[in-house]
């Protein structure tokens, strides 16, 4: 083994880049057309790897994404495809990737990144805390029952190629709505979630798409997969996979739910990445009908700069609150701050000495888009100091409503 030299990779590395991020993951590359799907949203310049000699050992990237956050919206580094190969594993190329990823990030002017993990163990050291949570839900279709008074209407299939067209509006409308949620570009469009090649499909079928039309135009839409069955006793037991569902109204939001769940055939409906405050079960007779099988971490966010950072999204409650950030990979962020809420709008600044509370640099992240629970992070001592300032942390930063993303990436 030679030494390990980090670049970003040319255009012609991409095929050997794309096959080393796939072994990474324990799975082959789907098709020769992939590393030109990664290009496309993925350009040379945003790409890392370790090299030992020639051959690549690990990959790293990062998305560049517009997060929404608290009352608008902030480029995010979107740090992705982390692998390093199992013949070099535990050497530390993760920690200098990651380093060298950070150096570069703050270099672009970020002031933060944020990830989805596929294990928990191992971003916390980076200083990343969990932002958003989701849950996986299940329901058998006959079981849900909408209560009197929801207001239901027929919604309208559309193909993938009228989706292109038709879906953008209607996610845009809601995007500004929900802090966690990134926008699409029109590559992200076509490469991430409209892309159906069989490889994508899994046993499943190809992509179905379905839009409800509101009295101002489209105001909502569904993308779903299904899979056919039959159970023992000779009736149709296929499956629902709901891949997103889109409502910039709450009728849309539940034509589109009370479609999902009466197609014919399909009386399994399962839905990943379902928000944990979405109104669905309220909507319902029997909320306990829907099943929820896995709440799970989703974005990871890190806090690069803190005063930018704070400074970006807005509070929905004033105040003043002094913390010291603590963060042991990057000492750059160390040190004491005040931030001052006038208006909704803080006002951020370093200043000298300690104060009455020490916050972990990924608690920071935790807490960024109003999701976090400061009271349980203090408990866990990952927040130390009075409770009286703990509590004012939690009031000042949470939001009414619960921080969600989109998609993984
Ligand atoms: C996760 C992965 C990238 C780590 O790479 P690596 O080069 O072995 O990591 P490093 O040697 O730089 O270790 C970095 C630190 O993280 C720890 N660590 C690494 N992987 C870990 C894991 N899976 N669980 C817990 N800790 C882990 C190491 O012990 C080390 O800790 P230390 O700095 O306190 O000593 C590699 O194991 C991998 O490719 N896994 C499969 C793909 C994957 O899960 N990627 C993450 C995508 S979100």
């Not at 020639?54 to 790293?60: L, N, P």
């Not at 889109?246 to 939001?253: E, P, S």
Request: charged share 25%; net charge negative.
């Amino acid at each position: 083994m030679g030494s390990i030299t980090y670049r970003p990779v040319t255009d012609d590395e991409y095929p050997a880049f794309a096959r080393a991020l796939f072994e990474g993951f324990s799975d082959d590359v789907p098709d020769d057309d992939f590393s030109d799907l990664l290009k496309t949203i993925l350009p040379p310049e945003r790409t890392l790897a370790a090299f030992d000699g020639d051959t690549i050992v690990g990959t790293f990237a990062g998305y560049d994404l517009d997060l929404t956050i608290p009352g608008g919206s902030l480029p995010m580094e979107g740090t992705t495809v982390v692998t390093v190969f199992p013949t070099h594993r535990r050497m530390g190329l993760m920690n200098e990737m990651m380093r060298l990823h950070l150096e570069d990030s703050v270099a672009n002017g970020y002031a933060i990144a944020g990830l989805w993990a596929s294990d928990s163990a191992i971003y916390g050291r980076y200083g990343y805390g969990v932002a958003t949570y989701a849950e996986t839900v299940t329901m058998i279709s006959p079981n849900v029952v909408f209560r009197e008074g929801v207001v239901i209407d027929r919604v309208r299939r559309v193909s993938v190629e009228e989706a292109a067209v038709e879906l953008p509006p209607i996610f845009d409308m809601v995007l500004p709505t929900k802090p966690g949620m990134f926008a699409r570009t029109q590559d992200w469009w076509s490469v991430e979630v409209l892309h159906d090649a069989s490889w994508r499909r899994r046993d499943k079928t190809t992509l179905r798409v379905v839009v409800h039309d509101g009295a101002d135009g489209p105001d909502g839409y569904a993308i779903y997969r299904q899979k056919g069955g039959e159970g023992d006793d000779g009736h149709a037991n296929g499956t629902v996979h709901v891949v997103e569902v889109i409502a910039a109204t709450d009728r849309a939001h539940a034509s589109l739910w009370f479609y999902l769940t009466n197609i014919d055939g399909c009386p399994n409906v399962r839905r990943w990445n379902f928000p944990v405050d979405d109104p669905f079960p309220m909507k319902v007779r029997e909320p306990r009908k829907l099943t929820r099988e896995k709440r799970f971490d989703a974005l990871w966010i890190l806090v690069l700069d803190v005063v930018a950072a704070l400074e970006a999204r807005t509070y929905e409650r004033e105040g003043a609150i002094r913390f010291t950030i603590v963060n042991s990979f990057r000492s750059e962020t160390d040190g004491s701050y005040e931030l001052v809420i006038e208006g909704g709008v803080g006002s951020c600044r370093r200043i000298d000495g300690d104060t009455a509370l020490e916050i972990d640099i990924d608690v920071l992240g935790a807490l960024y888009l109003g999701g976090g629970d400061a009271h349980a992070y203090a408990a866990a001592d990952r927040i130390r100091g009075e409770a009286e300032v703990t509590r004012r942390l939690d009031e000042l930063f949470r939001t009414a409503r619960a921080p969600w993303c989109n998609q993984f990436f």
